[in-house]
């Protein structure tokens, strides 16, 4: 992930994939925990409003949305919800963009991450930015 502007790096995150419906709709929920750098990038076919939910989550994330060109449009911090929270009634973490990274809570903090960064991939078997 890189600053607004100047190229230089802010993170590198080692990711998980959801590029399907289902990977979309399970997420994180199947995990413990998240090493420092690790997470997950969700990729949608297009550009769109998107909600994520914490449901079944085990530990808080940081929900990061970018636009199809990378740029960073929105960050969530989102603990975990209060137990016994289900369906409709979890909060729901909204943003517009074509990919999502979830990392563990306070990782944006951390590595400054903010609106106007850019993602830059590398290694995935995929024409992204």
Known sequence: ?????????LARVDVRVADTSGKRYTGLSDTDSLGDDEGMLFIHESA?????????????????FADPEGVVTTVH????PPE???????????GQ??????????????HCIAVG?????R???SDLV
């Open 97 to 110: 963009g074509q990919f999502v990274l979830e990392v563990p809570m306070g990782y944006a903090d951390d």
């Open 117 to 121: 960064d850019r993602f830059r991939f």
């Open 84 to 94: 016994g929270t289900e369906g409709g009634d979890l909060k729901r973490y909204q």
């Open 77 to 80: 911090s989102a603990p975990l």
């Open 48 to 64: 769109g409003e998107w909600a994520y939910v914490m449901r079944e989550m085990a530990f808080p994330l940081d929900i990061i």
């Open 123 to 125: 290694d995935l078997d």
């Open 1 to 9: 992930m890189d600053a607004d502007g100047d190229g230089s790096e």
